[in-house]
């Protein structure tokens, strides 16, 4: 059985966390080994790299903080993700390296081709079998995580600008590469946006 890499992105409060508990529940139900993870923060090393890009006081030059991510996101790849692929098992993870793209090279303004050559770089140019994209509008989110959440963290606290950019490129990530993104609505109900990956994942199971 081949390992399948599924990638959860969209911005802060669009919902990642609970589509991901749920699609886990399912896919574990057909016998399959779900490993889950997250960037950054996957590994020993990631959780201290995790710390310093969304809790460091004062200000992180960008380009200090795309490498801090690729560092991250090579170390989670060598210790995590290849492993588990090569087992067989199914890789659920919130965040990738289109969120890189659209962070550091949106957000940011570092540009698309310097922070996806160096992402490629730390990845061995590994990408996911399947990219779910939740969009929400970002005053809507910022309205989810201020209900939801303690403090916000560096990426959180950006003006509403940034996260649109954010958006933007994610879109148009997305519209680049159909046959690789599922782009939903993040407003719609929980079960309905469950479904409608579920439609996509069954057939590469």
Do not use: C, N
């Amino acid at each position: 059985m081949s390992g399948l890499f599924v990638t959860l992105e969209g911005g802060d409060g669009v919902g990642k966390t609970t589509q991901a508990q749920l699609l886990t529940a399912w896919v574990e139900g057909l016998g399959r080994t779900v490993v889950r993870t997250r960037e950054p923060g996957g590994t020993a090393l990631g959780l201290t790299l995790r710390e310093l890009l969304l809790h460091t006081e004062g200000p992180v030059d960008p380009r200090a903080e795309a490498l801090l991510y690729a560092a991250d996101r090579a170390q989670h790849v060598a210790e995590v993700v290849r492993p588990a692929l090569a087992r067989g098992d199914l890789v659920l993870q919130d965040r990738y390296i289109d969120s890189s793209l659209a962070y550091q090279g949106a957000g940011r303004t570092l540009g698309d081709g310097d922070v996806r050559g160096l992402s490629e770089w730390a990845t061995g140019a590994l990408w996911p079998d399947l990219t779910i994209l939740l969009d929400l509008d970002p005053a809507t989110a910022a309205v989810r995580r201020a209900s939801g959440r303690g403090e916000a963290d560096r990426l959180e606290a950006e003006k509403l600008d940034f996260h649109e950019r954010v958006r933007d490129e994610f879109l148009a990530l997305a519209a680049a590469e159909p046959e690789r993104f599922l782009v939903l609505d993040a407003a719609g109900s929980v079960d309905e946006i469950q479904a409608a990956i579920r439609d996509r994942l069954t057939p590469l199971l």
